[in-house]
């Protein structure tokens, strides 16, 4: 049996920023200015000069050993160095190592074991890292450099197991068990095995009974290992009957002993498995065969103080837990080599892992076989993780340069690499290039960012006409799609952590990565966490949304509603086998996790399982916004991923911001599931709505019983106002360059229109023309409704940025918010909910510089922040950390008079929509008042 020393713990360590400690023998003594750290150890958490720092630097320590033994051999294991390392012991020069992911060891030669000894580790992280594997740190996040897993000294026998792989075949009850061995075999070595019952979930689970038997050796090796240089290959396909299937439901986890013996010298082996199959079919994903819907989460695993390191096991079983909690079968370990410690916690308790490598910058053949290296390491260390359904390859094109789709030579790249992996380990599925243009692939997945409730339409016709409609579209020319599983792979938007929190956690101070520590592509404004602190008391943004940590509130009420709704689009859609949000937690500057960065819930996520679980019930609403006396129906759908729902009941009812409910605004359905996993009304809900004293919030509730049981709820936003209660505006309009209909609209709600531009009227207009900006330079007032923004032939020489249309992650990142105490009766919440939906704008005067993209190259465009200064926001708009500013109700003071700009989309909608008729009557009744200058 092998003896263990862990090495882990107090160990000396120090920079060389001259790189001379390999030339002055740092080696043999000590290293100069040395600190002491713990190991595993990230040096940018030394925080100062070590959170930029890359190049060389040193680890010592001493190493004592006990009962040394001149009869067996000494293996120093490393759980993974970042990046490359060189090691010596007692002096002498035992190894090198480049690579920054996966475990590695070396054998140190006997005639240098002591009973007291001294190791010294020079690790080197390169400041050039484009052709080596990064993932997003030092990219996109803080850098990792230096011994960031375990350390360990192993004794062993001559003869000792190097490995064990166990592969299940469930269809033929079976189960092949492959051993290498390392060392002298004879006649008399034999190889034994005993496998047994391990845990389900937290629990210890083993049956009394358990499987032992005996590996033969065979000529040849496995796929999966590219050298098997000195390993002998050791196998048996073993008849297993009536073994428990693995699967997040049920977790059963078996473990495997096996034993070398050999000239009486004994080593053993032990790892845990999983009994099941994963395949891909008729636009599914199968497990055990039975469809699984996919609810995943991407994750990036850093964390607020460790970095890349979990901080503990008890952290792993926390955060399983909550991504469990939150409706979620599966983590998307995204670039990123997950600890090992880590997925034997998703394998005990039973969650999905889709795994991806760390990618590279720069297409090289050095960068290639770099990056196909790690792959494979990653491979053999994690192929017994029964957790592990997917394997992505390259994320993105990150490392083919974008431009995977017109350069053939990557195209065969990805192809054969495609090949090769499903060669290596046939039990999984392959992505070859998450997100973006495919080639081969099991999976069919799709990046796509929006922002809801804004783009609600553009979202719709993305999954119908591009995901679903044109699957061949997401494949390079010459390949085609075969009916892989769809999925949609990253997708969210963000949610504003406390600032008071983060400082907080990190002692009264503000964390090093405020100064956003990613690469000269991560360095926008909204980007970067100083940009709130100076922007917060900037466009009106505090007036709209209270202090930093209100507007966190509302920022995170924002994300909620629009997660929530970019999900049921897609459960809505039988076709789309899956999803996997963006993402799991924050890290540091990105803040679209479903978790804030310490790990704790964000506004309502208490409510995450009512479209994140495994049963929902969902309205398909097309209006959301209501008269009093309008009558509406709309579809009920009910998604059941556990397919064994039948007689079912649907209890619903229309409540009012004090939860009170509505008269006769209530009902019941009832129909069989027959343990169908999608389940859709025709017209299920009918209501008329009723009378009420103005406008005001609404909810529906829904609630999904079987059995006597609650098994999903929800809850719809809606709003309801009366079309009679309007007041009555003491102002006279002038419509200038409008369409009549929009004329008589105003005339149908009691505004009087004149024909006559004198002084005291308003003007309302879309054109900007001489004799409207004299009207306003003599002391009259306009409401301009510049919705049209750059299409606009008279603007008046007020700037205008169009928003990112379509699928874009920066907008994903944006906010619509109102000033609600200016817009006082009108229902607006601050951040712009549902109420807003028909009406939100495409177009905002821009207060901040921004990017055009051009068709040959990126325009950079300006930003007018005197303007904002000028003049009172009421309604804007900002992306991340408030930056990318723009207006989008702004009133400038012009002259004697003002203009009110307002590129919200109002002239097809007032007299039709609820919130756009309050919205432009609050407008004409407060134009001129003296108030609105106020800042």
Excluded at 419 to 447: A, F, M, P, Q
Aim: charged letters at 25%.
């Amino acid at each position: 049996m092998r003896k263990t020393n862990y090495l882990d713990g107090s160990w000396n360590f120090g920079i060389d920023p001259k790189n001379k400690g390999e030339s002055e023998s740092w080696y043999t003594g000590s290293i100069p200015n040395a600190i002491s750290v713990e190991v595993p150890h990230i040096w940018q958490r030394e925080g100062d000069q070590f959170v930029s720092y890359n190049g060389a630097a040193w680890y010592e320590r001493q190493v004592k050993i006990e009962n040394l033994s001149r009869h067996h051999d000494y293996y120093l294991c490393f759980g993974a160095v970042d990046y490359s390392c060189r090691v010596w012991w007692n002096g002498q020069f035992i190894g090198e190592h480049e690579g920054g992911f996966t475990p590695f060891e070396f054998n140190i030669p006997s005639t240098l074991i002591k009973d007291d000894n001294q190791l010294s580790i020079r690790v080197y992280d390169y400041e050039a890292n484009a052709e080596i594997p990064i993932g997003k740190q030092g990219s996109w996040y803080t850098r990792v450099s230096g011994i960031w897993q375990s350390v360990k000294l192993e004794v062993r026998a001559k003869t000792f197991i190097s490995n064990v792989f166990v592969t299940p075949n469930i269809d033929q009850d079976s189960l092949e068990i492959s051993s290498f061995v390392t060392g002298e075999i004879n006649e008399s070595t034999s190889i034994n095995f005993v496998i047994k019952g391990h845990s389900l979930r937290d629990e210890q689970w083993g049956d009394k009974e358990s499987i032992s038997g005996t590996l033969e050796m065979v000529e040849t090796t496995l796929p999966i290992f590219q050298e098997a240089n000195n390993l002998t290959h050791f196998k048996t396909i073993l008849h297993v009957q009536d073994m428990k299937r693995w699967s997040p439901e049920t977790p059963y986890l078996y473990e495997i002993e096996v034993t070398v013996e050999s000239k009486g010298k004994v080593d053993s082996y032990q790892t845990t498995f999983g009994y099941r199959k994963v395949e891909q079919k008729n636009g599914r994903i199968y497990l055990n065969n039975e469809p699984i819907y996919i609810r995943g989460a991407l994750d990036q695993a850093f964390y607020p103080d460790t970095i890349y390191a979990v901080p503990s096991v008890e952290y792993i079983q926390k955060e399983l837990q909550a991504a469990k909690d939150m409706g979620f079968n599966l983590l998307r370990k995204h670039i990123k080599a997950e600890l090992p410690v880590y997925l034997y916690w998703a394998d005990r308790l039973g969650m999905l892992i889709w795994a991806e490598p760390p990618n590279y910058v720069k297409w090289t053949a050095t960068a290639q076989k770099r990056f196909v290296k790690l792959l494979n390491e990653m491979m053999i260390r994690d192929y017994n993780h029964p957790s592990i359904i997917i394997w992505s390859i390259y994320n993105e094109e990150w490392g083919l340069e974008w431009d995977l789709e017109f350069d053939v030579e990557k195209q065969d790249h990805v192809a054969k690499l495609f090949d090769e992996v499903k060669r290596w380990d046939t039990t999984r599925l392959y992505c070859d290039n998450s997100g973006w243009t495919h080639v081969k692939t099991d999976i069919n997945d799709h990046h796509r960012y929006f922002a809801l409730p804004e783009q609600i339409k553009e979202w719709e016709y993305d999954l119908d006409e591009y995901v679903i409609g044109q699957r061949e579209r997401n494949f390079v020319t010459g390949y085609q799609s075969n009916g892989e599983p769809l999925l949609i792979s990253e997708f969210g938007m963000w949610g504003l952590p406390s600032i008071e929190k983060l400082r907080n956690y990190y002692k009264g101070k503000e964390p090093w990565w405020f100064v956003n520590q990613g690469d000269g592509t991560h360095q926008d404004d909204y980007k970067k966490p100083t940009t709130a602190l100076v922007n917060h008391s900037k466009f009106g943004i505090r007036e709209a949304l209270g202090d930093l940590e209100n507007l966190a509130v509302s920022s995170q009420k924002r994300m909620f509603r629009g997660v929530k709704s970019l999900i049921e689009e897609m459960r809505k859609r039988p076709q789309i086998a899956g999803y996997v949000v963006t993402e799991f937690t924050d890290i540091e500057w990105e803040t679209n996790g479903w978790l804030d960065f310490m790990r704790e819930p964000k506004e309502e996520f208490n409510r995450l399982v009512d479209f994140n679980g495994p049963i929902c019930v969902i309205a398909d609403i097309s209006n959301r916004n209501l008269w009093s006396g309008e009558s509406t129906n709309f579809d009920i759908v009910v998604v059941n991923d556990l397919a064994h729902l039948r007689e079912v009941t649907i209890k619903w009812e229309f409540v009012d911001a004090n939860q009170q409910p509505y008269e006769k605004l209530n009902g019941e359905i009832h129909f069989n599931m027959n343990d169908e996993t999608y389940w859709k009304t025709e017209d299920g809900i009918y209501i008329t709505v009723p009378a009420v004293s103005n406008s005001e919030f609404a909810q529906l509730k829904l609630v999904l019983i079987s059995c006597g049981h609650v098994v999903a709820s929800n809850v719809e936003e809606f709003t309801f106002t009366n079309k009679h209660a309007f007041q009555k505006l003491d102002s006279t309009v002038y419509v200038h360059h409008l369409p009549q209909e929009f004329s008589n609209q105003l005339v149908n709600h009691d505004i009087e229109v004149t024909s006559e531009l004198e002084k005291d009227v308003i003007v309302v207009t879309d054109h900007l023309d001489g004799e409207i900006l004299t009207h306003i330079h003599t002391g009259g007032h306009a409401i301009f409704l510049a919705e049209a923004g750059d299409h606009l032939e008279g603007n008046g020489h007020y700037p205008f940025r169009k928003l990112p249309p379509g699928e874009s992650w920066p907008r994903a990142s944006s906010m619509n918010y109102i000033n609600t105490e200016w817009f006082n009766g009108v229902p607006f919440h601050p951040e712009v909910g549902w109420e807003g939906s028909e009406l939100f704008p495409d177009y905002v005067i821009p207060f901040a510089d921004y990017k055009k993209d051009g068709t040959k190259r990126t325009i950079n465009m300006f930003g007018s922040p005197r303007l904002a200064e000028e003049s009172n926001v009421l309604a804007g708009y900002f992306q991340g950390w408030l930056g990318q500013n723009g207006g989008s109700i702004v009133h400038h003071r012009d002259g004697k008079g003002s203009v009110l700009i307002i590129t919200w989309k109002l002239i097809n909608q007032y007299g039709k929509h609820p919130i756009a008729t309050q919205l432009l009557n609050k407008l004409i009744m407060k134009v001129k008042g003296e108030s609105i200058y106020e800042n």
